[in-house]
């Protein structure tokens, strides 16, 4: 059993930056591949980021290719999301999740793990 508890969010201006954390309970967290999912009102939840267990292997929504930068740090069991150049599009809540399979698996959206999500709005 994996608890995962988000943290990070808030209200910031377009181009500001915000880093998401994400904090991983239990003995395995670097055995699971994470990821940062996103759903916005009125939307399904959609794909942001994705990272192997080891760090060696990133994945990212074609939206924030290149403003999104996903980080996992196994000794303090937390995965982060910097997120810079910040858009309006961008608000939604943000889940972490976390899957014992292959990244590719994660990106697709199988998941055994989602946190309970944190609020991120971008202002115009």
């Not at 942001?48 to 980080?71: E, P």
């Not at 899957?99 to 698996?105: K, S």
Request: glycine letters at 12%.
């Amino acid at each position: 059993q994996v608890q995962l508890v988000e943290s990070g969010g808030g209200l910031v201006q377009a181009g500001d930056s915000l880093r998401l954390s994400c904090a991983a309970s239990g003995r395995t967290f670097s055995s699971y591949a994470m990821g940062w999912f996103r759903q916005a009102p009125g939307k399904e939840r959609e794909f942001v980021a994705a990272i192997s267990w080891n760090g060696g292997m990133l994945y990212y929504a074609d939206s924030v290719k290149g403003r999104f930068t996903i980080s996992r740090d196994n000794a303090k069991n937390t995965v982060y999301l910097q997120m810079n150049s910040l858009k309006p599009e961008d608000t939604a809540v943000y889940y972490c999740a976390a899957g014992h399979a292959r990244t590719t698996a994660v990106v697709a959206g199988s998941v055994d793990y989602w946190g309970q999500g944190t609020q991120v709005t971008v202002s115009s």
